[in-house]
T-cell receptor, first 118, second 115 residues
Framework: AQKVTQAQTEISVVEKEDVTLDCVYE???????LFWYKQPPSGELVFLIR??????QNEISGRYSWNFQKSTSSFNFTITASQVVDSAVYFCALSEAGGHGGSEKLVFGKGTKLTVNP | NAGVTQTPKFRILKIGQSMTLQCAQD?????MYWYRQDPGMGLKLIYYSVGAGITDKGEVPNGYNVSRSTTEDFPLRLELAAPSQTSVYFCASSRTGASSGNTIYFGEGSWLTVV
């Protein structure tokens, strides 16, 4: 069965600190997709990144970087030099290609609330 | 830049009332979804549709109904509202489905309180 675990419920940092948000997933499929979404205080869900199971290259986008490790079933998200505007709830999510009865859904973790203090 | 549009944004319902959450997308996406988000939890899939005239249940469909008469619209109907349906509802769409890894784009959410 699909499962996403974000063990960190809340993280608080001071501006300019680096912070890593952890995501561990479970799946029986060999083909799957991982996502990160940001939910700022205004409530909307903003897509950040998608990664497929065959692409283990890490990715960097400005101050954001993602580390995908199949060996540990993890897809961690690092914010470098955090800013107050990074304060949000961040969700990791998983979808399967359907080899084991997967349906058309994203399975979300419970989210990590990040607070960046000035 | 409309993307996925949901209405209303906020609504208070009395127990037993019914209502419809509206959702429209202008990206010509085939797939549309309704998720609910409870406090401190991730999102759970209520219903989804792979195209006009085709809908299917997600993880938590009880107490809800959907229809998909056009590609653009995917309304969610709550019949006989119950306090357990107090939640934030998100409509979403994607070109193809989650199982093909397509990005799912979400609306801004609808906050529903049942009292």
């Amino acid at each position: 069965a699909q499962k996403v675990t974000q063990a960190q419920t809340e993280i608080s940092v001071v501006e300019k600190e680096d912070v890593t948000l952890d995501c561990v997933y479970e799946t029986r499929d060999t083909t799957y997709y991982l996502f990160w979404y940001k939910q700022p205080p205004s409530g909307e869900l903003v897509f950040l990144i998608r990664r497929n199971s065959f692409d283990e290259q890490n990715e960097i986008s400005g101050r954001y970087s993602w580390n995908f490790q199949k060996s540990t079933s993890s897809f961690n998200f690092t914010i470098t030099a955090s800013q107050v505007v990074d304060s949000a709830v961040y969700f990791c999510a998983l979808s399967e290609a359907g080899g084991h009865g997967g349906s058309e859904k994203l399975v979300f973790g419970k989210g990590t609330k990040l607070t960046v203090n000035p | 830049n409309a993307g996925v549009t949901q209405t209303p944004k906020f609504r208070i319902l009395k127990i037993g009332q019914s209502m419809t959450l509206q959702c429209a997308q202008d990206m010509n996406h085939n797939y549309m979804y309704w998720y609910r988000q409870d406090p401190g939890m991730g999102l759970k899939l209520i219903y989804y549709s792979v195209g006009a005239g085709i809908t299917d249940k997600g993880e938590v469909p009880n107490g809800y109904n959907v229809s998909r008469s056009t590609t653009e619209d995917f309304p969610l109907r709550l019949e006989l509202a119950a306090p357990s349906q107090t939640s934030v509802y998100f409509c979403a769409s994607s070109r193809t489905g989650a199982s093909s890894g397509n990005t799912i784009y979400f609306g801004e959410g609808s906050w529903l309180t049942v009292v």
